[in-house]
């Protein structure tokens, strides 16, 4: 905004530093829709860390309290290094505020940021893979219920600590597991557009669509009523978000004018 004329010098598609053309734009505008929407995956693991919770109070009313407060949390956080980077930087914003300007001072703020970044990362990866876990060993056991390498869990016991047992397909599969998504997550460079593209294809269905249809049932909404209309609006306008957000990861990956290289990340 031109403060001496109160008229706006800039454009939807921002204005030009670089060789950056309006398409490409275009498209980043769509992948960061996703990658805002990658932050509001919590409802799949609702459940799981409400099943935790202990009574009284109830865990409904813990969870509503849990999920104002880290919803509100987390868009500020995000705002704020969205708009505030931007405003500092323009369209040379990096995608990696801490290392994408090769600067690396201070190292302590740094530091405190990566190390919050990596606790954070650790703790988000438990959570998030248990429905997989779960859903995996349950089909094991179901399919083979008298396998002793599935069903039967060996105890031990250390000096100094309870007794305690492991399961030998858990284990095994587990750490598979998280070997598989390490190597994949090394091997593509696309970090922005691979999380732009899984927090689009999860986004609505998981997040908006399903809760959304739970709650009219739940609530016994009826068909057509003013508040079946908006919510059926909102699930529709989260749809295209999720639409345009895939679109624009996948347009980042195909037009990369960069060379791709396995296990490097510009």
């Not at 109830?58 to 104002?68: A, H, I």
């Not at 858990?170 to 390490?182: A, C």
Request: charged letters at 15%; a positive charge; hydrophobic letters at 50%.
């Amino acid at each position: 905004m031109d403060s001496g004329n109160g008229k706006a010098m800039g454009s939807l598609t921002g204005n030009s530093i670089g060789v950056v053309a309006k398409r490409q734009r275009i498209w980043r505008i769509f992948e960061a829709l996703g990658i805002m929407a990658f932050a509001y995956s919590s409802s799949k693991v609702l459940f799981e860390v409400q099943d935790t919770l202990k009574s009284p109070p109830s865990e409904e009313k813990t969870m509503k309290k849990v999920s104002l407060v880290s919803v509100g949390v987390t868009t500020l956080c995000f705002m704020l290094c969205g708009c505030v980077g931007y405003a500092a930087f323009g369209d040379m914003s990096p995608n990696n505020l801490l290392t994408g300007f090769g600067l690396y001072n201070p190292y302590y703020l740094l530091d405190i940021a990566n190390v919050a970044v990596v606790v954070h990362l650790v703790r988000e990866y438990q959570v998030s893979c248990q429905p997989i876990f779960a859903f995996i060993e349950k089909q094991a056991l179901v399919r083979f219920p008298s396998s002793d390498f599935i069903a039967k869990d060996i105890g031990f016991r250390i000096p100094g600590f309870k007794p305690t047992s492991f399961n030998l397909f858990r284990l095994i599969f587990r750490t598979v597991f998280v070997m598989i998504t390490t190597l994949i997550s090394m091997v593509l460079p696309f970090f922005n557009d691979v999380i732009g593209l899984v927090g689009a294809l999860g986004f609505w269905p998981l997040t908006v669509y399903f809760p959304v249809e739970m709650y009219i049932v739940q609530k016994k909404i009826p068909k057509w009523s003013k508040m079946w209309v908006c919510l059926q609006f909102f699930s529709f306008a989260c749809l295209v978000v999720t639409i345009a957000a895939a679109a624009g990861s996948v347009a980042g990956v195909v037009f990369e004018p960069k060379p791709y290289k396995p296990f490097k990340m510009d």
